[in-house]
């Protein structure tokens, strides 16, 4: 590719940087506070599409602002592959700011600014870390975004919010301690950190001992954010966070950067060739395949469905990782594309996900029986989304997963084929019995959820008597399905099930739950408390049942009748973008930027 000087990469990064400001100074004008919001995320996306078509003819964008460090400079450049980090984060950036508002607003959230702000610079630095030219700017954003990310793991300010931030920063850090080793050893083997198409070329003449440790800590360090496992658990547990920054952790910025940075660190710092030569990429693909499958299991065995979702996230960030250990062309097509292909699918589940909670209260699976009569559009998105994860066609999750089946037999790895249809199936035990109870079963005639019980975990669905029951649980007050009591000491027991950030308005002076006064961030927003959020607009809630379908079982609702159009249309809005990367892959500009980037590493063209 040409590189050619220009101010956009940059500003791309500063527009998000700059709506931080625009929020905080608009703090006390919620409905201009969030417009600034929207506009941060209009003014990145343009930014950021702008250079699409030049990239796509073989021009490559280049902010270089000086020496940072001797012998590197802080250098912004728009290549193919961070283009489809940045294009996507910035896209969904759009829908998930205008379900926030529906999302916050209808649950009288407190601190709505700092949530704004912090989002908007979670997204600067996803921008800064998809345009980044080298390790140790990389670097640099990546620990920016950890810090720009606390404050939303942490919203709920409860002790369990803060345990599970504690364990957010210490896993991030500490892989970014790593991220930093493997770099320094890559610039004494090499004297640069700088990507290269196909990789560095010193490092194949390097020490093989040296590189190969470089390549550890490398795909280590930036493996903790994508959740490979034994380094995967703070994900599940920052649940406790709400519901859009749930998306924004397991479907945009977070967990992609780490699954970014392998991929920087395997195409661009080391190269296909390289690995290949070194004997790692086998290893790597080795412990995506045990996470793929080990993942889904534990999926099975959650009953809380924000946390299921967090153990699928958990296994299909894996699916990108095994591509890239397979380094076969196809393999690498499919682990790239499945990147934005699953952002789109998960997003849209973590989106009705939300939507579920803020009209009904509900978290557990158990619960929803019959959900579908009251929410029809939102278990429809789900069921398109769980669709495409579980890789069936017309939906974007099959495109990608046919490219790692062609790769892996094109590698000579058959056994990887296997796992690929082995997590499918897992995929549609665990999500077919949520679509199945929503549409098809009522809640006096539905099975135990989830699919796995004792000992492995989940809840017995026996007869017991009314004061207590077989798994220790305690009786509903309105005579559903018992819930398990909360333990500390329990890994199960999280904040969601108990004090969620999402949490139920109590009364009409903003207390929370057992009484807690929700922020106001300085009485910045006194003017959004029953703004949006009246019972009226929302519902009403269900008579304000803590979970559950209320006594009578669910109420039927007509087409757009369930919630708001703040989220109704961004579910439908990335449900839609699921189905058509399945159906038009090539008519959208995502596919045609990953078989770009798979020239440009292996010298295949497509």
Known sequence: MSDIASLRPMAAVLA????????????????????????????????????VPGILSGTAYVTDLGAFVPGVRFVLRADPLGTIFALLASFLWIITSFYSVGYMRGLDEHAQTRYFAAFAGSVSAAVGVAFASNLIVLYVFYELLTVATYPLVTHDQTAEARRAGRKYLLYTFGGGVAVLAGTALVFWSTGTVDFAAGGIAALAEADPVVAR????????????????????SWLPDAMVAPTPVSGLLHAVAVVKSGVFGISRVVLDVFGPETVSDLGVGLPLAAIAAFTVLTASVMALRQDNLKRRLAYSTVSQLSYIVLGLGLLSPAALVGGLLHIPAHAFMKLTLFFCAGAIHVETHTDDISDMAGIGRRMPVTMAAFGVASLGMAGLPLVAGFVSKWYLLIGSIEAGQVVFAFVLLGSGLLNIAYFWPIVYQAFFQTPDDTDAKPVIESPFGGRRNVESSPSATADGGTPRPDGGTPKETPDA???????????????????????????RQTESDDADDSDVRGQGATEEAHGAHDDHHHGGPPPGGWERRAFGKESTWFMLAPISTAATGAVALGIAPYTFVFLALVERVVAGATGVAF
């Open 16 to 51: 998000a940087a700059v709506g931080i400001v625009a929020i905080v100074a608009s703090r006390r004008r919620p409905n201009v506070r969030e417009g600034f919001t929207v506009l941060s995320a209009l003014s990145t996306f343009a930014i950021v599409a702008s250079m």
């Open 213 to 232: 440790a470089a390549f550890a800590l490398l795909t280590a360090g930036f493996g903790v954010k994508a959740a490979l496992m034994p380094v995967h």
């Open 489 to 515: 000491d329990d890994d199960g027991g999280y904040a969601v099930d108990r004090y969620p950030s999402d949490h139920v308005r109590d009364d009409a002076d903003g207390h929370g739950p057992a009484g």
